[in-house]
């Protein structure tokens, strides 16, 4: 059954085939509703092409055969095929291998359920009292919605209001209280829609019902910061955008109460949690633009209806049909980011630098005037020194050492993520001080001794070339600790990676390989 499924896959591959080409790789993930294919031609007649096609329909065929033959779902797949026909198809459960482009090579995950710790975990909380007041609220809300009603010309129907008893449900069903103020003005209007017709009443996000924050909640928390498809783009550097030590540096928290909605993927949350500084319900912005951190808004739902009667009383609002939205102003706390080069004056608010090209040796002196620096990469750019990153909390650190002197990283108390490129060997030895070193890419690095990783106590993420691999599990040094392992070697097939993945410790004995030829397509 699965060779007649492959066939049209490779007839795709056989018909866009380029003249002159000597063989093909389509590499390949199905399932869950969609796929994903890169691979090329050989010879290639640039960096980018010609590139396989992706045969959705047949993939997904293919994908559906599999699942019902093997459970797998989804299903990550090798493709390799000749002039002649001839092809070689391997294929495994998706819990092995992750390609990027055919160029990055394979990455095996060995602990699904792993999560990343978020370093707002480890602040301090908050003991401030909440600044919302439920009566000063609800007064504002009553002004705020008979302003917006007068500015339209029309009443603002809203929905009934939720009762006490959905209330104590819902922050049941939470596991934690709403704070004060909100809970009140849920005794006025369940939400500001009807149906689906929104007033968009908070910072213009609709307000949720009682019901869909439960539920978003819920889902939100659910799906929380999946890790699958790690490089060291996973390590869990959070940006403060708030004012410091308001709000706890993680990409999520169980405490943010998401209530309110723009309705394309970001949202604004109750914080319920708050770091040392700030207070229980304060506001902040979430979701598919904040995954570096919440921004903040207001100390609470109060504030907030406060700010905007404020904005309404000097005319920054605009009238859309039947709409009225309110500027919100700009709450950007400063320089978060630079890309290109080390400025001239490092803003003391910034906290990730990106370095491109730079043409000589960078010196890293000057980021002393940075204290909340969180990530530092050196992209296709040397350093000789790294001493400057021992006294800042970079968590973050991608660089190129002209020498292989780690030294200066040694008992480093933030770093979490270290991606190495060196121009002489390197000793790790320096990085079993590191405390919470929990992903190292040493691929690009000479490196004296490599099963020196063995020995880092809090290590998550691996990325070796395969010479370095066999060094390490040739001597049985492979960290007992890792979650995910990514082999780079760009020519390794998929069968390499599943002895690779075997050697790391998962069972691979039962990935399918079917073999044949198709004729008479292609040239």
């Known amino acids: 059954m699965v060779e007649q499924v492959v066939r049209p896959v490779v007839e795709a591959i056989l018909a866009e085939a380029p003249r002159g080409w ?15 294919v890169t691979g090329g031609y050989s010879p290639r007649s640039g960096p980018w092409g010609p590139s396989v096609p992706n045969p959705y329909q047949e993939l997904m065929a293919l994908a559906e055969t599999l699942r019902k033959d093997r459970g797998w779902e989804p299903v990550s797949l090798e493709i390799r095929c000749e002039p002649s026909g001839a092809y070689r198809l391997t ?15 394979w990455e095996a995950v060995l ?27 609800v007064s504002r809300f009553h002004t705020y919605v008979s302003r917006r009603a007068a500015l339209l010309g029309r009443r603002l129907e809203l929905p009934p209001p939720a009762t006490a008893a959905e209330l104590d449900e819902a922050e049941r069903r939470l596991g934690r209280s709403l704070p004060a103020d909100l809970r009140a003005l849920y005794l006025i209007a369940d939400g500001d829609g009807i149906g689906y017709d929104h007033h968009y009443l908070f910072n213009n996000c609709a307000w949720l ?3 869909s924050l439960v539920a978003e909640h819920t889902e939100w928390q659910a799906g929380e910061r999946p890790w699958y498809g790690w490089d060291l783009e996973w390590e869990a550097v959070v940006f403060d955008t708030t004012p410091a030590e308001t709000v706890r540096r993680c990409g999520g928290h169980p405490g943010w109460l998401r209530f309110a909605t723009s309705e394309d993927g970001n949202y604004l949350a109750v914080d319920t949690a708050p770091a040392r500084l700030g207070h229980p319900g304060q506001i902040i912005r979430t979701g598919r633009d904040y995954d570096d951190g919440p921004a903040y808004i207001a100390d609470s739902v109060t504030s907030l209806l406060g700010h905007q009667l404020d904005l309404m009383e000097r005319g920054a609002y605009e009238i859309h049909g ?28 910034l906290q990730a630098l990106h370095i491109n090209d730079a043409p000589a040796p ?29 006294d800042l909390p970079v968590e973050s650190l991608r660089v190129t050492l002209a020498h292989g002197d780690l030294t200066a990283l040694a008992d480093h108390p933030h770093l979490a993520a270290l991606d190495l490129t060196t121009g002489a060997p390197a000793d790790l030895r320096p990085l079993r001080t590191v405390p919470h ?73 039962d990935a399918l390989r079917v073999t044949g030829t198709v004729e008479g397509v292609g040239g």
Do not use: C
């Open 22 to 36: 000597t063989d093909a790789v389509m590499y390949a993930r199905a399932g869950r509703g969609g796929t994903s």
């Open 91 to 105: 294929a495994f459960r998706d819990a092995v291998a992750r390609v990027s482009g055919g160029m990055s090579g």
């Open 209 to 211: 019902s009682l019901k």
């Open 437 to 509: 070193l929990r992903g190292l890419d040493v691929s690009e690095a000479d490196v004296l001794d490599p099963t020196v990783v063995a020995d880092l106590p809090e290590l998550r993420y691996l990325a070796l070339t395969g010479r370095q691999w066999t060094a390490v599990l040739d001597q049985g040094k492979a960290p007992v600790t890792l979650a995910a392992a990514h082999l780079t070697d760009t020519e390794a097939t998929f069968d390499d990676a599943l002895a690779w993945a075997a050697r790391l410790g998962m069972d691979t004995e």
């Open 362 to 390: 960078v010196d890293l002196a000057p980021l002393a005037a940075a204290p909340h620096l969180r990530r530092l990469h050196l992209n296709r750019s040397t350093t000789t020194d790294l001493t400057p990153v021992r």
């Open 322 to 349: 039947d709409h009225l939205s309110v500027h919100p102003g700009d709450s950007d706390p400063g320089t978060r980011q630079i890309i290109g080069a080390v400025p001239d004056e490092v803003p003391p608010t």
């Open 111 to 137: 602990d699904s359920d792993y999560r990343l710790p978020q370093p707002g975990l480890r602040q301090e909380a908050g003991t401030a009292p909440p600044a919302g007041d439920p009566e000063l609220a």
